[in-house]
């Protein structure tokens, strides 16, 4: 029998979050030695959107992208070398209907899979498949995609998430070394949100949410948060690690699963 593999929403900050020494990188060192072993890993990137279809990276061996600028040359040079995974492909189309997914051979894997895999699985040696966000769907037709993939998780597949709840660029510099009211409040509320497995407050937020409007901005690191929310399954405990918030920027981070994984890191 293949043991239930947890789901995991990472934030992931800046690219230098994987090669800098600190808390939310060693949590995620730690998490990758404790983990069963995948048989495969899915991830879902802020930092692929797509219209109409979500689109999975095809290839024997996806390239790494450096999908940014003005970061030193060693981070340029990292490279993570992970095989695709056809079976995983088939898998998706399986699911969610072979019309719905788009394999992409153009694409790889961006710092926001590579960028969390890397401190994890530094080996590179599980099979890995990138997925888009189809910015056609709602919210709501998020966690009903995600819902989909449950079934993964007892078939040897590491669903992540990879994004922010906070995250606001534009509100960088004015709230930097700060931990803001509305970005306090916002995390907390997600964090309850996702504990109690409460979709509607992931989903719905009032026009006059000023805290909301500010957190999410435009939506791409919040969005994957939905997948391993929808992949949760009966009897599963969340937990929540690496909840720390910089001005405009949280790193928090849920297992979603067997919880006492946490404890094993702490």
Not at 49 to 76: C, M, N, Q, S, Y
Not at 81 to 106: T, W
Not at 116 to 121: E, G, K
Not at 172 to 192: E, H, L, M, Y
Request: glycine share 10%; proline share 8%.
């Amino acid at each position: 029998m293949t043991q239930r593999l947890p789901a995991l929403f990472l934030g992931h900050g800046s690219p230098m979050t994987t090669i800098t020494d600190g808390p939310e990188r060693r949590a995620w060192q730690a998490l990758g030695k404790v983990l069963p072993r995948p048989q495969a890993i899915l991830v879902i990137s802020a930092h692929w959107e797509t219209e109409g279809a979500v689109h999975v990276t095809a290839g024997e061996w996806p390239k790494t992208i450096h999908d940014f600028r003005g970061f030193p040359p060693e981070l340029f040079a990292l490279q993570y070398p992970a095989p695709g995974s056809a079976k995983l492909i088939a898998r998706l189309e399986a699911l969610l209907g072979a019309h719905l997914v788009q394999p992409a051979s153009d694409w790889g894997f961006d710092h926001g899979a590579w960028g969390v895999m890397q401190p994890m699985f530094p080996d590179a040696n599980i099979p890995m498949v990138e997925m888009s966000l189809d910015r056609s769907l709602s919210p709501e037709q998020h966690l009903a995609l995600a819902v989909k993939f449950a079934p993964l998780r007892d078939e040897g597949v590491l669903i992540v998430g990879s994004g922010n709840v906070v995250h606001n660029l534009g509100l960088w510099r004015q709230f930097a070394g700060t931990r803001p009211d509305w970005a306090v409040d916002f995390q907390r509320r997600v964090n309850a949100a996702v504990v109690a497995g409460d979709h509607a407050a992931l989903t719905h937020f009032a026009p006059g949410d000023e805290a909301a409007a500010a957190a999410i901005n435009s939506a791409e690191h919040y969005l994957p948060l939905l997948y391993p929310v929808g992949a949760r399954l009966p009897g599963d405990e969340v937990g929540v690690f690496n909840d720390t918030i910089d001005g405009a920027l949280s790193m928090t981070c849920y297992l979603i699963g067997d919880t006492g994984l946490l404890a094993r890191i702490n």
